[in-house]
Nanobody, 126 residues
C-alpha cells in the first residue's frame, strides 16, 4: 500500500506563512520527482511546484515564484512546501504527488503523476 499524507494546512491571514509536509509510506520515492498541486473551488487543479529526485532542480508556477519553496528529505521519504507571504488567491486544497517513472524529470501536469495524497486545506483571509 502506497500512501502520501499531507499536513500543515490551516487558516491564516494575508502575509502569514505556512509549511506543508508530505509524508510517504509503502515505497521509497528517493528516485522520483515530486510535486505540489492546488485546487480552489470552481478551478482546475494547477501545478504549484516540483522537485527532481535529489533536490538539485526545482520548478515553480509563476504565481508563487519568490514566495514558495519546495524541498525534500530523501532520508525521511518526505517533501515540503514553504509558503510565504500568503495571499487570499492562494486559498486552495494543496496536494502532494509523486511521479515514479524512471528517467523522467519534473512534470507540470497532473496526469503525469502516479500517486497522490488526500490534500490539506489552506485558507488565507484578507
Amino acid at each position: 500500500q502506497v500512501q502520501l499524507v499531507e499536513s500543515g494546512g490551516g487558516l491564516v491571514q494575508a502575509g502569514d506563512s505556512l509549511t506543508l509536509s508530505c509524508a510517504a509510506s509503502g515505497r521509497s520515492f528517493i528516485g522520483s520527482p515530486m510535486g505540489w498541486f492546488r485546487q480552489a473551488p470552481g478551478k482546475r487543479r494547477e501545478f504549484v511546484a516540483g522537485i527532481n529526485w535529489n533536490g538539485g532542480s526545482t520548478t515553480y508556477a509563476d504565481s508563487v515564484k519568490g514566495r514558495f519553496t519546495i524541498s525534500r528529505d530523501n532520508a525521511k521519504n518526505a517533501v515540503y512546501l514553504q509558503c510565504g507571504s500568503l495571499q487570499p488567491e492562494d486559498t486552495a486544497v494543496y496536494y502532494c504527488a509523486a511521479r515514479v517513472r524512471v528517467g523522467i524529470d519534473i512534470a507540470l501536469t497532473a496526469p503525469e503523476y502516479d500517486y497522490w495524497g488526500q490534500g490539506t486545506q489552506v485558507t488565507v483571509s484578507s
